[in-house]
C-alpha cells in the first residue's frame, strides 16, 4: 500500500522560509510526475511546483523565483523549497505522483504566512 507523508508545514512571518518534504512509502513504479499543489479556504487546488521524470521543472507564475522544487529518489522524497513567503501563500500543501495509471495524494501540510 502506497502512502505519502508530508511534513515541513507551519507558521512563518512574510519574508520567511519553509521547506516542505514529501516521503512515499511502498513501491510506485513509472512515475511521471511529483508535484506540489496548495488549495486555500475558498479557492480550487492549484498546481505550485511540479517535476516531471528526466528533470525539468515547471512552476506557478505566482511562486517563480521563490519556490524549488527537488527530489531525492534514493530516499522516495519530493522536497520544496519555499522563500520570500507571502500572506497569498497561506494554504493546505499537498504532495501529489503520479504515474501513467493513478495519482497519488498526501493528506497535506497547513503553511501559514502571519505576522
Known amino acids: 500500500q502506497v502512502q505519502l507523508v508530508e511534513s515541513g508545514g507551519g507558521l512563518v512571518q512574510p519574508g520567511g522560509s519553509l521547506n516542505l518534504s514529501c516521503t512515499f512509502s511502498?513501491?510506485?513504479?513509472?512515475?511521471?510526475?511529483m508535484d506540489w499543489y496548495r488549495q486555500a479556504p475558498g479557492n480550487q487546488r492549484e498546481l505550485v511546483a511540479q517535476?516531471?521524470?528526466?528533470?525539468?521543472?515547471n512552476y506557478a507564475d505566482s511562486v517563480k523565483g521563490r519556490f524549488t522544487i527537488s527530489r531525492d529518489n534514493a530516499k522516495n522524497t519530493v522536497y520544496l523549497q519555499m522563500n520570500n513567503l507571502k500572506r497569498d501563500d497561506t494554504a493546505v500543501y499537498y504532495c501529489?505522483?503520479?504515474?501513467?495509471?493513478?495519482?497519488?495524494w498526501g493528506q497535506g501540510t497547513q503553511v501559514t504566512v502571519s505576522s
Open positions: 501529489h505522483i503520479g504515474n501513467p495509471w493513478t495519482h497519488y
Open positions: 511502498g513501491s510506485i513504479f513509472s512515475i511521471t510526475t
Open positions: 517535476t516531471i521524470s528526466g528533470g525539468s521543472t
